[in-house]
């Protein structure tokens, strides 16, 4: 028999293999890969990093990658949102299904959407900078840090879709952190020692900076000790956050 968890992750891949949603998945970061990529490098020729010079699309093209636990984990949450506000929250929690079924149904999707929308990332990077990864062991870590990734934000869209009660408030806040967390972060530029001190602040105070440079970090075989501590706090936030959506989760009204 299939765990009800597995049977709500296919229940909500389907609801969520939309146009529109898909182009937010997928388009979007295409769009800043594509785009930003070919029109920075322009200005931009080359990036130093770890003592190399790389393009600046190849610069670019992980701090895409890593994008996509925050995009699925968006997706997440607005799910939630979504089944309460048409009552099949309610519906789902009637028949053979539990809390626990519902929000792990979530969070396996979420994982699904974030290696699949990397994978298709690694293909756009590809056939715009030739870049490929060479060792099979940086693939697998990759994908092991997307999928913490995942349970990070998807914990923290789900909190807010808990206590947010108006679609139009969940989406400004939505659209609010979404920027904040990616132009804030090493996704699109280095944070070093001539970045502003107050920007630099916030940067590494933001979890997608730690995952974009490990993802970076890995893509280019330059592992070093910083990376573990870049994982471990990831591993760690992610936990937090998992433990803090569960509990706010138990509150969510039918």
């Given at each position: 028999?299939?765990?009800?968890?597995?049977?709500?992750?296919?229940?909500?891949?389907?609801?969520?293999?939309?146009?529109?949603?898909?182009?937010?998945?997928?388009?979007?970061?295409?769009?800043?890969?594509?785009?930003?990529?070919?029109?920075?490098?322009?200005?931009?020729?080359?990036?130093?990093?770890?003592?190399?010079?790389?393009?600046?699309?190849?610069?670019?093209?992980?701090?895409?990658?890593?994008?996509?636990?925050?995009?699925?984990?968006?997706?997440?949450?607005?799910?939630?949102?979504?089944?309460?506000?048409?009552?099949?929250?309610?519906?789902?929690?009637v028949g053979p299904f539990h809390?626990?079924?519902?929000?792990?149904?979530?969070?396996?999707?979420?994982?699904?959407?974030?290696?699949?929308?990397?994978?298709?990332?690694?293909?756009?990077?590809?056939?715009?900078?030739?870049?490929?990864?060479?060792?099979?062991?940086?693939?697998?870590?990759?994908?092991?840090?997307?999928?913490?990734?995942?349970?990070?934000?998807?914990?923290?869209?789900?909190?807010?879709?808990?206590?947010?009660?108006?679609?139009?408030?969940?989406?400004?806040?939505?659209?609010?952190?979404?920027?904040?967390?990616?132009?804030?972060?090493?996704?699109?530029?280095?944070?070093?020692?001539?970045?502003?001190?107050?920007?630099?602040?916030?940067?590494?105070?933001?979890?997608?900076?730690?995952?974009?440079?490990?993802?970076?970090?890995?893509?280019?075989?330059?592992?070093n000790r910083s990376?573990?501590?870049?994982?471990?706090?990831?591993?760690?936030?992610?936990?937090?956050?998992?433990?803090?959506?569960?509990?706010?989760?138990?509150?969510?009204?039918?």
């Amino acid at each position: 028999m299939i765990p009800p968890s597995l049977r709500l992750t296919a229940r909500n891949l389907i609801i969520n293999t939309d146009p529109g949603t898909l182009l937010f998945l997928i388009g979007l970061p295409s769009f800043y890969l594509i785009v930003l990529g070919l029109m920075f490098q322009a200005l931009i020729p080359n990036v130093f990093f770890e003592g190399h010079s790389i393009s600046y699309a190849q610069f670019l093209s992980p701090g895409v990658v890593a994008m996509q636990p925050f995009i699925a984990g968006s997706i997440g949450g607005s799910m939630l949102w979504s089944d309460r506000r048409w009552g099949m929250f309610e519906q789902l929690l009637v028949g053979p299904f539990h809390r626990i079924d519902y929000l792990l149904g979530i969070i396996y999707v979420s994982m699904i959407f974030s290696v699949g929308g990397a994978m298709l990332m690694f293909l756009v990077s590809y056939l715009l900078t030739g870049f490929v990864i060479h060792y099979v062991v940086n693939i697998i870590l990759i994908i092991l840090v997307l999928l913490v990734s995942s349970i990070l934000f998807t914990s923290l869209f789900l909190v807010l879709s808990v206590f947010i009660r108006t679609i139009q408030t969940y989406n400004t806040v939505t659209m609010f952190i979404f920027f904040i967390l990616d132009f804030a972060s090493s996704a699109f530029y280095p944070i070093n020692t001539r970045t502003p001190i107050g920007l630099r602040i916030i940067s590494y105070a933001n979890p997608l900076t730690y995952i974009v440079d490990s993802v970076r970090d890995m893509m280019f075989a330059s592992l070093n000790r910083s990376d573990l501590i870049y994982v471990m706090i990831v591993v760690v936030l992610s936990a937090l956050f998992f433990i803090f959506a569960a509990l706010s989760y138990r509150k969510a009204k039918i």
